[in-house]
């Protein structure tokens, strides 16, 4: 039976094949798993992890961090207005940037907090109800706000493609977004879809099921 370390090496060989000299950092999805079930990878040296919510996150992660402040947290998930002071306490990236209103309560906290995260912008790209994010055709003009309203730093643009078999077209689109705004990093893919997201210049992908198992 393979274990979470055979199944981690596994993804981190297929993604060599595919980058060649790019870089894709594999986000272990860590969300709702035990930090007990999270530790062998933790211990392996992994330094990237998922969380989708706040107090979850800071149940789990708040000691390991402190133990260890090489570990880097990405929040994943929708962040609601009142849990941005403790997101950027804790979190190192938060790929859920989707709103004007979200943007200048986290620019506030950072400067009460005297601390500077990462950022992508989370866009609906398949224009569904059920997800957050910014429409497409509206990117530009949230990025520019954000760029003259705010100081939080920007580094790429998120999005979930509808699960319909067209990822490869969302992909393409949302990599020619994210280059015209000249944006270096890329959070696209996961476990179904990484490996076609990397071929459209992802940076990071967001992995958890395929590493940890499934969830309970």
Excluded at 39 to 44: N, V
Excluded at 133 to 148: A, Q, R, S, T
Excluded at 178 to 196: A, T
């Amino acid at each position: 039976m393979d274990t979470i370390i055979d199944r981690y090496n596994k993804i981190k060989s297929l993604i060599s094949k595919e980058t060649q000299d790019k870089k894709a950092n594999i986000v272990a999805v860590s969300k709702t798993f035990k930090i007990n079930h999270i530790k062998p990878l933790i211990d392996y040296g992994h330094l990237h992890y998922g969380e989708n919510k706040v107090q979850e996150a800071y149940e789990k992660w708040t000691d390991i961090k402190t133990q260890n402040n090489r570990i880097l947290l990405h929040m994943i998930g929708k962040l609601q207005s009142n849990k941005a002071k403790k997101a950027i306490e804790l979190f190192n990236y938060i790929h859920s940037l989707d709103s004007e209103k979200l943007a200048k309560i986290l620019n506030e906290s950072e400067i009460r907090l005297k601390k500077k995260i990462k950022y992508f912008i989370q866009v609906n790209i398949g224009d569904e109800k059920q997800k957050s994010g910014v429409d497409i055709k509206d990117v530009d003009d949230f990025y520019n706000f954000c760029l003259k309203e705010t100081n939080l730093n920007i580094i790429g643009l998120m999005c979930i493609p509808p699960n319909d078999g067209n990822e490869d077209k969302y992909f393409d689109i949302i990599n020619k977004k994210n280059q015209s705004l000249g944006l270096k990093d890329l959070s696209i893919g996961m476990s179904n879809d990484y490996l076609k997201a990397i071929k459209h210049n992802s940076t990071f992908i967001r992995v958890g099921t395929s590493i940890f198992g499934k969830r309970n």
